[in-house]
């Protein structure tokens, strides 16, 4: 196992009974940390989540590497599709996902040195350093073992081999033998920020969450566009994204006109429900001009006509059964 | 905006009152009969300057403005046709010839207001609901019965010139359709703030109705100042504050 396994959320669970874009949603909102497993007949998929987003994955069999990062995450997605993986998930402490990170995004202190050149204890001193994040791996012939550190504290260590987290630092006896090799990272934790850590995407499913956002901004235009054919406006758009956790950070509003100013990572279920928030902000506004009646019967006008124009596109009728106008509170 | 609202109602309750109370004076002999037309000229000239200044300011993108440029345009002519007509009483202290000059304004004022109204009718796409349909053709229908039975009727065989004749009929059927189309308008927007501003035209235009009418019968004895003024002078402030009153939600701060 290349990260070790946490606490299980879910283990061996067929695919089809996961909603994986609920999930990767859900990592975004809990920022969750944790290591997320695929389990075909003969290889094992396992991703990294740190804050929510993926830095890592690898697909390996027994310990041979067969893919790395985005090609891995398309191995499992396409296992996942094809409904032929069993889904494991486990929930770690962001400090050991910390602790692991850097031995991949950071630059070893020591980098594979015969671990007798080096005093053991000497080393965890090191490594237990106040303010730091360090990781200690020791490459034996037969596996790898990774002694994970943060804050001063010693967090635990794995094996390769099995995964098992253990609480024992019993570093030593690793160092005795000769054909060790000894690795040694550390990074201060404001320096840790400044890692170039990257997010890897799920593949097309999380390419659809924004495709989707942008339909459903491209629905709310429309229908803003609508209104002003008939003389409806507001004067200040950007004020109705006010109090709106997701789009007030993500949307930007020019000539009446709301786009994606920044990448969004939350969940589709919640970005949905602020778009209806924000139709509802925009219809009520302009029902204290116009009156609701007006506003409503032209709101409805504005749904069946956009519905009409992309009556082919399942994923927008679909998109816009929630935005219907009897869903709409004004 | 409410306390601007408060403060211009209170400023056209007082545009009002001035003339009023100078009228019941000229009414009860106490001043002289030229006093009314001035303080008339003075309200409509003051709420005709408050109207364009504030429709001045409203956003020109709106879709809206150039149906309510309509309003103030036939209010302009309206304020010209009264202005000729003070004219007589003021400086020539003498009753103001009908049919005259200012009937070509006043004919233009029905003309623009018509097409303010029509503006928003196409602009808006309304569609009525069968109920709304029903009470809009059943007070239609009864008011135009009455105005032709009780107003037109009259006017049409009565002794005077043909002119006089036809421009009776038509400001009273202009009255009627503005009516009908404000209706339909208010109707639409009940609920919201544009409801308002129709509602003010509506009275405005009401007003003016119950002055026509009065008009018709009374002429030939109108003298230089008569209280059917009173309804004209009512109408005007009423209009000008409808174009204020939507103006005010369309200002870009």
Known sequence: MKFPIGKEIYIKTPAFLINIKELISWFRLEKFNGVLWGESSNFITEILIYNGVVPKAYTIRETEILAEDNASIEIFVNDFIARSNLISLYSLEKEIVLSILISYFSTPKIFQEETYLFVADKLVEEAKKENTISHILIESPSDKIHFLFSKGKFLGCYQERDGILKDELSISEFFENKENLLSFYQVREEEFERLNIPSLKFSFIEEDITSWTKKLLEYVNYVINYYTEFGMYIKNMESLLKNLKILEKSLICSNNNFTVKNEIMESYDEVEKEVVELIARINRELAGIWGEKFVKQKYMQAYKKFLEGNQNDKVIIELLDRLNPENIEF | ?253
Request: one cysteine or more; proline letters at 2%; hydrophobic letters at 60%.
């Open chain 2, 1 to 253: 905006m409410n306390t601007t609202y408060k403060r211009l109602s209170i400023l056209f309750i007082i545009l009002f009152l001035l003339p009023f109370l100078v009228f019941l004076g000229v009414s009860f002999l106490l001043v002289e009969q030229r006093f009314y037309p001035i303080l008339y000229q003075f309200s409509i000239t003051l709420s005709l300057g408050i109207a364009l200044y504030y429709f001045l300011k409203v956003d020109r993108r709106w879709k809206g403005w150039i149906g309510w440029f309509f309003l103030v345009l036939s209010l302009i002519f309206l304020f010209v046709g009264d202005t000729i007509w003070n004219f007589y009483a003021i400086f020539l202290n003498q009753e103001a010839p009908f049919p005259g000059i200012s009937d070509i304004f006043y004919a233009l004022f029905y003309l623009l207001a018509f097409m303010f109204l029509s503006y928003f009718i196409r602009l808006l796409r309304i569609e009525l609901n069968p109920s709304e349909k029903f009470m809009i053709i059943i007070i239609s229908l009864v008011f135009l019965s009455l105005l032709i039975q009780q107003v037109v009727l009259p006017i049409l065989v009565s002794n005077t010139h043909w002119l006089e004749k036809t421009l009776n009929v038509f400001y009273l059927l202009g009255d009627f359709i503005l009516l009908v189309l404000a209706f339909v308008l208010m109707i639409q927007f009940w609920g919201g703030k544009v409801a308002k501003s129709y509602a003010y035209f509506i009275l405005g235009i009401s007003a003016c109705t119950i002055a026509d009418i009065v008009f018709s019968y009374i002429f030939g004895n109108y003298g230089i100042s008569n209280w059917v003024d009173i309804f004209y002078l009512l109408s005007f402030l009423l209009l000008s504050f409808s174009v204020i009153i939507e103006s005010m939600l369309y200002i870009n701060k």
